[in-house]
């Protein structure tokens, strides 16, 4: 416990009560917002990132508890230890991080978390495997595991896979939530970057059915008069 401690104690040191506010406010974090109640100590990521190198070695224990922890920042520092161990992890590790990542989807609740992790862990640990799971969190009511689903695929578009960016994206057009248009739109326009081909594919099929938001980031890298085309309905 000794190890866990220190790092809490020196985020706790870091805190500043000016970004605790900003992030509070960035990170919606109000009543009736989507990360209503989320605790910050107000640190910025570069901070976080050069502060986890020292507490690599932390063991899966204790990186569970930090994941349970109330405060944003413990959670943040310990999905970015779990995506560097599993960099370097064997095949029967790797595993081990894995499902303990999709045993902790309700303590992965905001974008940033999602989106530092999802395609380091999920995506990594599922390059060579069966997906279903994907399409699983993808019908999830949970909001977060739907954006992991979506932001996992972003590794196979590394690997020019688009398979599930393609069908996943599909599914979740109709999806009530922002945060999911934006994702989604994302992970599509980065296809694009591979594949613009394949991407325009996409958007003639359902462009009239995608929400503006979903549609303006996939096609943020367009041409001006190609955007313009794709924005009239």
Known sequence: MKKINELKKELEELSNKKQKEISQKFFKTGKGEYAEGDIFLGIKVPVMRALARGFYDLSLND????LKSKIHEHRFIALVILSEKFKIADLEY???IYRLYLENTKNINNW???????????????KDKDRRVLYTLAGSKNLWERRIAIVSTFTFIRNNDFFETITISELLINDPHDLIHKASGWMLREMG????????KFLN??????????????IEKFKPEER?????K
């Open 205 to 218: 099929k359902f462009k009239e059915k995608m929400p503006r938001t979903m549609l303006r980031y996939a």
């Open 63 to 66: 990186l569970q508890t930090l």
């Open 112 to 126: 940033d978390l999602v989106d530092i992790s999802a395609p380091n862990i999920v995506g990594a640990y599922l």
């Open 193 to 200: 970057k591979k594949d613009e081909k394949t991407l325009k």
């Open 94 to 96: 790797q595993e081990a």
């Open 228 to 232: 313009k085309k794709y924005l009239a």
